[in-house]
């Protein structure tokens, strides 16, 4: 079985971290132009900082749910298998999903990376051996200062696609050969509104040749209407339950 997955903010929701869009999401209240822009960090860079700390902090404290362990299973059962993940937290990696099955299309809110030149890193995330030190770092989080590279001194900024920005290129690449390779026999879309075209794009792409394509998501998306099989639960109550039942039918 050959399976592509792709995730988007809903499959974390019921880790207690808010969507983007609708009702308890971010774009409720805030203003994505005044924070998720290159031009609005040009602009305010601390305040686009803060927003990222906040969440960067829910993130932390926040655990993987069962839709997130759902999927870690159909990926140890598949014999081919790639998630494409538009959430930039590190849920899907804590409920034990290798990084090589999955592509984070978004980028990953834990890296800090440099606005001008090619200088990054990755903050140690839940390693308790290092708990001091992230304490330490927090501490300066909380005092809210913009960090410098250490290497061309401009603002570093969090390594996510903000919105008018090109996603990754390598990541776009990996996406790419999985679905060069084959088509796929199962294509799981959950909890995401399917904004974004390539995402409709490649969910058509991966199931063209008579794939299953399962959408799990409360409510009605743009690519419902190409749906084999729409289940309209949440993520963690429906992935388990699907996911047992693909396993047991194999
Ligand atoms: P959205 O916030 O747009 O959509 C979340 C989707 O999850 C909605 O369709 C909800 O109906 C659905 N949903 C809510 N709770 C759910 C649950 N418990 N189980 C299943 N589905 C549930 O999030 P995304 O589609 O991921 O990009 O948003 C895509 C991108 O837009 C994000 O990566 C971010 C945002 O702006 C950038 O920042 C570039």
Not at 154 to 173: D, I, N, S, Y
């Amino acid at each position: 079985m050959r399976v592509l997955g792709l995730t988007g903010a809903g499959v974390s929701a019921e880790s207690g971290i808010p969507t983007f869009r609708g009702k308890d999401g971010y774009w409720r209240n805030l203003d994505p132009a005044r924070l998720a822009t290159p031009e609005a960090f040009a602009r305010d860079p601390k305040l686009v900082w803060e927003w990222y700390r906040e969440r960067r902090h829910r993130i932390r404290n926040a655990q993987p749910n069962a839709a997130h362990a759902a999927i870690t299973k159909l990926a140890q059962r598949a014999d081919e298998f790639l998630l494409v993940t538009q959430n930039v937290d590190d849920l899907h990696a804590r409920a034990g999903l290798p990084k090589e099955k999955m592509v984070q299309i978004h980028g990953d809110i834990f890296v800090t990376t440099c606005s001008r030149c090619d200088f990054g890193f990755t903050e140690r995330k839940h390693d308790h051996e290092q708990e001091q030190e992230q304490e330490e770092e927090e501490e300066v989080e909380e005092q809210n200062v913009v960090p410098r590279c250490a290497k061309c001194d401009a603002l570093m900024r969090p390594g996510v696609v903000w919105f008018g920005e090109q996603l990754p290129w390598t990541e776009v690449q990996r996406v790419e050969t999985y679905l060069d390779r084959g088509v796929c026999d199962l294509v799981i879309v959950a909890g995401t509104t399917t904004t974004f075209g390539y995402i409709v794009d490649w969910a058509l792409r991966a199931s063209r040749r008579g794939g299953e394509l399962i959408e799990v998501n409360p409510e009605e998306t743009p690519l419902s209407r190409f749906g084999t099989r729409l289940v309209r639960e949440p993520a963690a109550i429906t992935l388990p339950r699907l996911v047992d039942r693909f396993i047991r039918s194999r």
